[in-house]
């Protein structure tokens, strides 16, 4: 759960394919997650899912 007053990192969608396109070259979630500087492995699952399921990796975050 969020905190008040925290801030996210938002990804382009450029680094959010590198972070799949390492995954699926068999670099592990935590590894791709640690070269990338994406503070949870669990992120990187989630855009190779959507990914996988053909759904886009646009920020889904509107300001």
């Given at each position: 759960?969020a905190?008040k007053?925290q801030?996210?990192?938002m990804y382009t969608?450029?680094e959010?394919m590198?972070?799949?396109?390492?995954?699926?070259?068999?670099v592990?979630?935590?590894?791709?997650?640690?070269?990338?500087?994406?503070?949870?492995?669990?992120?990187?699952l989630?855009?190779v899912n959507?990914?996988?399921n053909?759904?886009?990796l646009?920020?889904?975050?509107?300001?």
């Amino acid at each position: 759960m969020a905190k008040k007053g925290q801030t996210f990192k938002m990804y382009t969608e450029e680094e959010k394919m590198e972070a799949v396109r390492l995954y699926e070259t068999g670099v592990s979630s935590r590894e791709v997650a640690r070269r990338l500087g994406i503070p949870e492995k669990r992120q990187v699952l989630d855009w190779v899912n959507k990914v996988r399921n053909g759904e886009p990796l646009a920020a889904s975050r509107s300001n």
